[in-house]
């Protein structure tokens, strides 16, 4: 592989962030700078550390970023949660984005999996 952007999980990722950026932008102003940028940034991270671990020179380092990418997903999946309970997110949205976090988790421990193998 060439380039992190042939990576599915990344695609996949990049296309979470814009769900989420069409998901928070009805969010209420008031939540601009707490919620809606901190779901934001979750989000944006997954990919990021996606790629900067790609460009690592080590298999470790490349480890340590998905890792950190997933930890990013994880904070994301709990934002989502919040957001949910708090009716800023209908159910069928938090179902929807749900499930797509939960299969970039499992590409991405697979993808782990694999470079720990080799």
Same mark, same amino acid.
């Given at each position: 592989?060439?380039? #992190?952007?042939?990576?599915?999980?990344?695609? /996949?990722?990049?296309?979470?962030?814009?769900?989420? #950026?069409?998901?928070?932008?009805?969010?209420? =102003?008031?939540?601009?700078?707490?919620?809606?940028?901190?779901?934001?940034?979750?989000?944006?991270?997954?990919?990021?550390?996606?790629?900067?671990?790609?460009?690592?020179?080590?298999? =470790?380092? #490349?480890? !340590?970023?998905?890792?950190? *990418?997933?930890?990013?997903? #994880?904070?994301?999946?709990?934002? &989502?949660? &919040?957001?949910?309970?708090? !009716?800023?997110?209908? /159910?069928?949205?938090?179902?929807?984005?749900?499930?797509?976090?939960?299969? &970039?988790? /499992?590409?991405?421990? *697979?993808? &782990?999996?694999?470079?720990? /193998?080799?």
């Amino acid at each position: 592989m060439k380039s #992190y952007k042939e990576l599915l999980v990344w695609q /996949k990722s990049m296309n979470l962030v814009k769900d989420i #950026y069409m998901n928070t932008h009805s969010f209420p =102003k008031q939540e601009d700078y707490c919620l809606t940028r901190q779901i934001r940034r979750s989000s944006i991270s997954i990919p990021s550390n996606i790629a900067e671990g790609f460009g690592r020179r080590s298999k =470790k380092e #490349y480890i !340590n970023f998905l890792a950190i *990418a997933r930890g990013s997903l #994880y904070e994301l999946c709990t934002q &989502i949660g &919040i957001v949910t309970m708090l !009716n800023l997110l209908s /159910k069928e949205q938090d179902q929807i984005l749900s499930q797509k976090g939960d299969e &970039i988790r /499992k590409m991405i421990n *697979a993808l &782990i999996h694999s470079l720990e /193998k080799e």
